[in-house]
């Protein structure tokens, strides 16, 4: 069976104060606590408040180019997803390598 590349999408406005609950994450298998955070919020959010998230975790010095725990980055993971590509381009924008 096939996993989904996305999961429970939420549109509509976002507070900043909503935003910054996706900042910080705990790791739980070796990943870079900030690439767990970015996943989390990509799973959650649509391309456009996925775009002011990552605008935010940047002004908050997170690291847009952490990694898994087996080295492959968030712009890497999130680009492989066919739906992926929006936000891919948001990382990017951002500065994402």
């Given amino acids: 069976m096939q996993k989904k590349d996305k999961e429970k999408v939420f549109g509509g406005e976002w507070s900043e ?6 900042l910080v ?3 739980y298998d070796g990943s870079d ?3 767990i955070a970015v996943i ?6 649509v391309p456009e408040t996925f775009a002011d998230y990552v605008e935010l975790f940047k002004k908050e ?12 980055t ?4 999130i680009a492989s997803h066919s739906k992926g590509v929006e936000y891919a381009e948001a ?3 951002a500065g994402a390598a």
Avoid: C, I, P, W
């Fill in 25 to 27: 994450a705990e790791s």
């Fill in 91 to 93: 990382l990017k924008s």
């Fill in 61 to 72: 010095g997170h690291d847009l180019n952490a990694k898994n725990a087996d080295g492959v």
């Fill in 40 to 45: 989390r919020a990509y799973r959650h959010m």
């Fill in 74 to 77: 968030l712009l890497q993971t």
């Fill in 33 to 35: 606590a900030d690439y």
């Fill in 17 to 22: 104060a909503q935003l910054r609950e996706f």
